[in-house]
């Protein structure tokens, strides 16, 4: 066996989850901001994880654990490797920010541990490996970060098991403003505290929303995503864990974005904006709105990236 | 005043409601049935019910009970007019077999009465009115039969107030197979029936359908719109008032159906095939699936009709 290469480096984005209209379904990444992580071949055997930096330090060592090396012990099992991965994961995203900092470290060490396989996997075949890190941070079973963290894009994750992953086209003139203010919500927490169950009324409301953004989407119809960006189910749930949202979005709203949501289980929230100009400003009018309830705020404004992880160079 | 016209006849196709992922959202008229209804000027004050034949005899002359001429009321009214109406209605539709019934009466007769005003409405116009006459007879707001009845083709009905339509492309050679069984079923009745609130994982599960399917229509991807076939929320409760629907389904799905669910609220259930030799073969043993439950079965196939409403020359 020749080793052609000990060490890979890959970035996975930040990505922003549920966009209103599909818990659990739906996501897209941002640019500008995600996790590195930097993989090693071992004498092994197994994963061991050797540095947390970044802006996170919290996060357990135990590589079993891990959302970041979670899939890498299945991944090893599976192709039989008489070797092991060490890892070093480099945090750009904030811990409990809803901003998709799982997926990303998940998403990122599949790729760069992929990259020193003797017969490197499929980009298609790491979704599942990366699921496994994801499932241990969540406590769900969603896709929502993970596909799009992975292959860039606005991604319907229409299945898990088999993955069924459908890119939705986005008209290319929409930005999207992210906004972090200063809180932590845990997903698992925050998932914990859904109802389970909800009006078939409501249901009816939520799909015909699905359906419309979609076929905005595919339209080219701002208009028509405008009038679809909704959520009726868990916004309304959620939207009392973080202070200043309620009017973040409506100021969002005044000027003009196409719609605003909380980002994943929050507390980040973004807005669609039609151009740059607008996206400023309904950023700066955001901002203000959470400074008013004594939350300091991180921000972005990214278009929605077709590119998702990548090897870095 | 100048009488240009003083009667004035129209056609209003079939439709399928519900498509198995949209529930109340989404439908489609078939080629080859429908109701027909003739609309004359009168002295008035209102509307008269003059005739109705066809094949359903027992539906009720009174015109503010009747779903065809519920709207023309209130148009009259709208439009202050000094004449009234006088209308008669040959059914086409079997009554209660799930295949939009009331929505083609209501529609026709609109469109006839339309045609006679002095300034006719614009088509748009006439989805507010022909609703009014579909809420008499489904018990329930929804415009998936309306809207496709109205204006042909894959319809997602987003919003009823204010109409909101969306035009879904549907790859052209998908042929539909309906298959009308000897049974009634009231849409009141079957609506009261179903459960009032579903869990959140199945809403996931069925908005999921409904992101795919849509999806799959617009990319014109048959293996997407197959995966995305699914209806997990309303078939499972009725299905089982449809005997021999399950066996068909089966059957059909086992011949290459793209899909196979219930027609509105049934008793009709339809399937989408992708050549027209397959449509026919699978509409053959649809119907030996029936007669094995000793029910008899009328039948068509058709394109998913692009053509809604129109007046008959």
Redesign the interface.
Known sequence: MILDQVTATAFAPATIANVAV?????GFPIEGVGDEVTVSRSAGPGVEITKIEGINQNITLEADKNTATVGLIQLLKDVNADFGFSVSIKKGIPMSSGMGGSASSAVAAIVAANALLDHPLPKEKLFHYAMLGEMVASGGLHGDNIAPALFGGLT????ISPP?L?S?PVPSRIQCILIHPDLEVSTKESRGK???????SD??R???????F??GC?KDDLD?IQ??FKDV?IEPQRSSQIPGFIEAKKTALGLGAIGCAISGSGPSVFAWADTAERAEMIREAMIQEFKIKGLKCESWISPISTQGARLSS
């Open positions: 599909g818990f659990d379904l739906l319907l994750c229409r299945s069924d459908i939705i859904l109802k389970k169950e909800i009006s078939l249901h009816v939520q799909s015909a929303a699905m359906g419309g979609i076929a595919f028509l009038r679809s189910i």
